[in-house]
């Protein structure tokens, strides 16, 4: 059956003006991180890329190496629009990353132009694409001269491959000196995107004002800590969970007696708010004036719906976020 979105998609997402840029982006966006790869299920993947859209996300943020296998969140994500998104390109911000190993040798990884410029070739080939909108370096590299990274992103939006370009992982030095040579080369970046939760707070030591004065937007990833931030693991941990697969990114031996604790401790508050887990740490998040918007995973469609339901209620009182800090300081 043909694809036809929700017409009421646009109702109730919020969307937030990028920086100092004229574009907005919803403030919740779909990562395709884990998944979205040949490993999944394709029809699965589908379906929840068609929910996000029909909630009104309009951004969906890719990388080369996504997958498993690298390269293949990128294809299945191109499939996807050729099957049910034609009509609907201009209505979607679609980002993608290079920077960590792609392929094998010396020019498959980090941040030389020669990687830069063949990687987004083969981005837009594996997804079918003129443009993306975004395209991040993801990682800085301290061998290649920042010079002629920033000269090569500058170099793909000039010959029309990105619209825009985004850093991540930058710290707050290497990211001020990587703005001030886009600007001078009269490609400012767009957006930043660290990691932020409230389990890994560091932003707020220097990013968060950096950010601000140079009028870029923010976007978080693993805003839910890798899903420490959900009702997964506040009885422990569940034999079908990411960590008792001993994933490469969360291991069983992270859920600490002492992290349960403190989600469960958060989860009252959450309660109180009539949240879920998940929306009380992606509403904290979005709380700050500086966040553009928090990326999620989702394995299923059920999580989506969970998360953007985090915007029907992002006010916090003083007592809330005082009592949220003496949780995540004392325990």
């Known amino acids: 059956m043909t694809y036809v979105a929700r017409k009421e998609r646009y109702d109730t997402m919020k969307y937030n003006y990028c920086g100092n840029s004229g574009l907005k ?24 890329i ?30 996807i629009l050729r099957d049910d998104f034609k009509g609907y390109r201009d209505e979607i911000v679609i980002s993608t ?5 792609m392929w094998p040798g010396p020019y498959g990884d980090f941040a030389s132009k020669k990687y830069l410029v ?5 981005s837009l080939k594996r997804m079918g694409l003129d443009y993306v909108d975004i395209f991040y370096h993801h990682r800085p590299d301290e061998m290649t001269p920042l010079e002629e990274t920033m000269g090569a992103l500058d170099g793909i939006v000039r010959q029309g491959k990105a619209l825009y370009i985004g850093l991540s992982n930058y710290k707050p030095d290497q990211a001020k000196k990587a703005f001030a040579i886009l600007t001078a080369l ?3 970046c767009l ?33 839910l800590g890798k899903g420490m931030l959900t009702n997964r693991y506040l009885y422990g941990v569940p034999e079908d969970s990411r960590a008792a697969s001993q994933s490469t990114f ?7 007696e002492n992290l349960i604790l403190k989600v469960a401790m958060l989860n009252k508050i959450a309660e109180q708010r009539k949240q879920s887990m998940a929306q009380l740490a992606l509403a904290w998040v979005l709380r700050n004036k500086q966040m553009t ?10 999580q989506i719906d969970d998360c953007v339901g985090a915007l029907q209620r992002l006010d916090f009182t003083v007592e809330e976020l005082d009592a949220i800090d003496r949780i995540l300081e004392n325990h």
């Not at 063949?118 to 083969?122: E, G, L, N, R, V």
């Not at 939760?197 to 560091?202: E, F, K, N, T």
């Not at 707020?204 to 601000?212: K, Y």
Request: hydrophobic letters at 35%; one cysteine or more; a negative charge.
């Open 25 to 48: 982006i919803s403030a919740i966006s779909l990562g395709l991180w884990h998944n979205f790869g040949d490993a999944n299920s394709h029809e699965n993947s589908r379906t929840m």
């Open 50 to 79: 068609r929910r996000a859209f029909d909630l009104g996300i309009t951004h969906f943020d890719l990388a080369n190496n996504y997958g498993p296998p690298p390269g293949s969140a990128e294809v299945n994500f191109g499939r």
């Open 97 to 101: 990353k290079a920077g960590y190993r």
């Open 118 to 122: 063949a990687s987004i070739d083969q």
């Open 186 to 188: 009269g490609t400012p």
């Open 191 to 223: 957006i930043h995107q660290p990691r932020y939760s409230m389990l890994d707070r560091w932003i707020e030591d220097g990013l968060l004002t950096l950010l601000e004065d140079a009028g870029v937007g923010c976007i978080a990833f693993s805003p």
């Open 250 to 256: 969360l291991k069983s031996e992270d859920i600490t």
């Open 293 to 302: 918007s928090v990326l999620i995973g989702a394995s299923k469609v059920s």
